[in-house]
């Protein structure tokens, strides 16, 4: 690949990295607004302090991430805390989690910003231990943000969804995850116009190597790119470590988008008529 393909590729990256860090940043600074409230009130309230209470939380909460729900043109569709099993007093588990009047899951086309109705009682057959997804595990086990996806998202979107979530803490101990989802075909929307650019097949894959989106239609949304040596060039970003574009054995470049964990997987233009 010759130097212009190369800051070509680069070029487009960035545009990726553009259109996600936004999001991310976002959710970075509600964490600091959830670190600092709950520093006071809420401060040692692990082991049940009848200061830590859902009826007090939520509001903080719905306050904090509506406005960008129902901000018009906003790629997320939902977003929240997700408090620690024993954090509040009054809910062992509890998910703080809103809605936006885009996102139809359980809710035959509402028009307006809602709380999501999951289940919370571990005796119920429809409880899902969520400290055991992804979403959670990661940051938890890491204590940084992490985007999960693309994954069918059962629990509040029914649908393919990229998911960040980073953790908060309170006293030096993990309370929750604060983050927000985005609907996977939305995101396609504003990322493959720019994929297109790319002469050549271009994939957006996360660090696992799972598809996000392509300009090549052979390669099928949440699916895994099998290509030799993929896996050792994205292993970086599974810690956030930044990294220089990588050429693959079979001459695909392999550019992280910036902070995003993602990777452009670019390969060279065929020659025309070729």
Do not use: K
């Not at 509001?59 to 509506?66: D, K, R, S, T, Y």
């Not at 050792?232 to 930044?242: C, I």
Request: glycine share 10%; with cysteine.
């Amino acid at each position: 690949m010759s130097t212009t393909l190369d800051l070509a590729a680069e070029h487009i990256a960035r545009q990726v990295a553009s259109t996600i860090e936004p999001a991310l940043a976002m959710v970075e600074g509600w964490r600091g607004v959830l670190e600092t409230e709950l520093s006071g009130p809420f401060a040692g309230a692990l082991g049940g302090s009848p200061d830590a209470r859902a009826e007090t939380l939520d509001p903080v909460i719905e306050a904090l991430v509506g406005a960008e729900l129902e901000r018009e043109g906003a790629l997320i569709t939902g977003a929240g805390f997700v408090a620690a099993p024993g954090f509040l007093a009054d809910a062992q588990w509890h998910l703080a989690w809103w809605l936006s009047s885009a996102n139809t899951f359980g809710a035959a086309g509402a028009a307006s910003l809602r709380r999501l109705d999951a289940v919370s009682d571990p005796d119920s057959e429809q409880f899902r231990d969520y400290t055991t997804l992804e979403w959670w595990r990661v940051p938890e086990r890491t204590g940084r943000r992490h985007l999960t996806g693309p994954y069918v998202d059962y629990l509040c979107t029914d649908d393919y969804t990229v998911t960040i979530t980073t953790p908060v803490f309170a006293d030096g101990e993990m309370i929750g995850v604060v983050g927000a989802d985005a609907y996977v075909a939305r995101l396609e929307g504003e990322l493959l116009p720019v994929l297109r650019e790319w002469s050549g097949s271009g994939t957006l894959v996360n660090a696992s190597g799972r598809i996000l989106a392509s300009n090549d239609s052979r390669r099928a949304t949440g699916a895994l790119l099998r290509i030799e040596g993929l896996a050792g060039a994205l292993a970086p970003l599974h810690d956030e470590r930044s990294t220089d574009p990588v050429q693959l054995p079979g001459g695909e470049f392999v550019v992280p988008c910036g902070d995003t964990t993602l990777a452009l997987v670019a390969e060279s233009p065929r020659p025309a008529g070729g």
